[in-house]
């Protein structure tokens, strides 16, 4: 039987499946397995895997068959620090996370951490590079990746940003 915790992880990745599924209307599942199937000292095993198969171990979703460059990273925590994000030193929970995303990631993937906090609400990260649309947000730098990533609302940025995270996760 699975530790709490666990359960609460993959209840919140189920319910963003069904999120983007009805969003989009394609298919998004909970991946079955870890990302680290693919990522860090595993990503050798890419060479041989076909694309369908790289996608379900990728990340913590299986995206629908027209988002293929679409890698996500689901956290569900019961507390957040959010104004630690407004200091100069790296948040340490975010940049494991943030590392989590990128460790599976390939060149020219969409990369979406997807957060939620027992009593605080639903956020996203993704890169600032991706030129998304917000109105309340904060940019955080990421030592991890080198770059800047903006933390905002799950509902407004999909509310805002459907279209272009289609088009980001589109094959290119």
């Known amino acids: 039987m699975p530790s709490p915790q666990k359960a609460k ?7 963003v499946a069904r999120f983007l599924t009805t969003l ?3 298919t998004f599942i909970r991946a079955p397995g870890s990302g680290a199937y ?10 041989i895997l076909h694309e369908g198969q790289i996608r379900a171990f990728k990340g913590d979703i299986v995206p629908g068959q027209s988002f ?3 890698n996500a990273e689901c956290k569900s925590y019961k507390a957040f620090a959010f104004h630690r994000l407004l200091f100069p030193d790296p948040l340490p929970i975010l940049e494991e996370w943030i590392s989590q995303l990128m460790d599976v990631a390939d060149p020219g993937d969409f990369n979406i951490l997807i957060m939620k906090f027992n009593h605080i609400g639903k956020y996203i990260a993704v890169e600032s590079k991706n030129n998304t649309k917000s109105k309340n ?3 955080y730098w990421s030592n991890t990746t080198g770059s800047n990533w903006r933390v905002t609302n799950f509902e407004e940025f999909f509310s805002m940003n459907s279209e272009l995270v289609k088009t980001l996760s589109a094959k290119h």
């Open 24 to 26: 989009y209307g394609e």
């Open 9 to 15: 992880g993959s209840n919140w990745e189920r319910d």
């Open 68 to 70: 293929p460059k679409f």
């Open 38 to 47: 693919v990522g860090g000292v595993n990503t050798k095993r890419k060479e």
């Open 137 to 139: 947000y904060i940019d």
